[in-house]
């Protein structure tokens, strides 16, 4: 395999500063990509992403844009311009990640509407008009990759909304496959399972119970790690998965079999 597989390519991973999109940025990065790491918040966890990548040998650059309103991907893409151009000629793009997400834990009857909103505004909206919005940047062969859930296609009333987004963002890769493939670009969904990240750091980490419950979970026994799903995101991105589209890949350890 080559050293670097994505040697020359652009990549773009929302929620590129923690959890499972810091492990995708870094791993891309590795990999030979120049990443752009999207955050909302936390600037210094950016930060530190991108001099992770340099210090791999890797190239990378932050980026503000904040996710859940109107405007947003316009206002996202508007900030990768700005910086792209300093590294990719015409501000092009190869490889579009839509990892960031949240999660309402709420059951239908306290639901409430702005909740519904906002996690679909997240998890969805924002996914569907990152892309409308980067087509025109996308060369063909490129790769868009949404990071689902396992939760899309389970009963798990205590997150029916969070659900809900997910089935509707593996729906959307689906569409995507059919519409790019004449430009050979794909379009694939990753859904982990539990990972252990800051989302689930308030009932998993330091709680050995818990830790033993969720790897119980798993065929694979252990609780998932974020570097679990960029490996799989890493693949989809290669040129080894040019002939896989419109897939929703399992990334749960084999939980539920
Ligand atoms: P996380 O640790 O909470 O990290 C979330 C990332 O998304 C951060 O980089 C954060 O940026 C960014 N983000 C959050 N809200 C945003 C917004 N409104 N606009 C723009 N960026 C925003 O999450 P994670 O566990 O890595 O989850 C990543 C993805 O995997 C999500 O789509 C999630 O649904 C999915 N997933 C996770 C699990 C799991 O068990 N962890 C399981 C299945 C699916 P800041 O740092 O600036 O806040």
């Known amino acids: 395999m080559a050293t670097h597989p994505l040697q020359g390519k652009v990549a773009l991973v929302t929620g590129g500063s923690r959890g499972i999109g810091r492990a995708i940025a870094e791993r891309l990065g590795r990999d030979g990509a120049t990443v752009a790491v999207a955050f909302a918040r936390d600037e210094s966890a950016a ?4 001099a992770r990548i340099r210090k791999d040998g890797g190239r990378a650059f932050a980026l503000r844009a904040e996710l859940g309103r109107h405007g947003d991907a316009a206002a996202l893409w508007a900030a990768f311009d700005a910086r792209a151009t300093e590294h990719t000629p015409g501000a092009a793009v190869d490889i579009i990640v839509n990892n960031a997400g949240i999660a309402r834990s709420s059951d239908l009857s306290n639901l409430t509407e702005d909740d519904f909103d906002k996690v679909f505004a997240v998890n969805v909206r924002a996914p569907f008009f990152i892309v409308q919005e980067g087509l025109k940047r996308l060369r063909d062969g490129g790769r868009i990759i949404n990071i689902s859930s396992g939760a899309a296609h389970l009963a798990m009333p205590e997150a029916i909304a969070y659900g809900a987004t997910k089935s509707a963002l593996d729906n959307f890769t ?4 059919k519409e790019l493939g004449a430009r050979s670009i794909t379009a ?6 539990i990972i252990d990240t800051d989302v689930n750091a308030g009932w998993l980490r330091d709680n050995a119970a818990a830790q033993a419950h969720a790897a119980s979970l798993a065929a694979l026994g252990r609780v998932g790690q974020p ?8 693949f989809l991105a290669s040129d080894d998965a040019r002939w896989v589209t419109g897939r929703v890949i399992d990334a749960t350890g084999g939980s539920g079999l």
């Not at 694939?188 to 399972?193: F, I, L, Q, T, W």
């Open 188 to 193: 694939n969904s990753v859904a982990p399972g």
């Open 47 to 50: 930060d530190e992403v991108v």
């Open 174 to 177: 689906l569409n995507l496959a």
């Open 227 to 234: 570097e679990d799903v960029a490996g799989i995101v890493a």
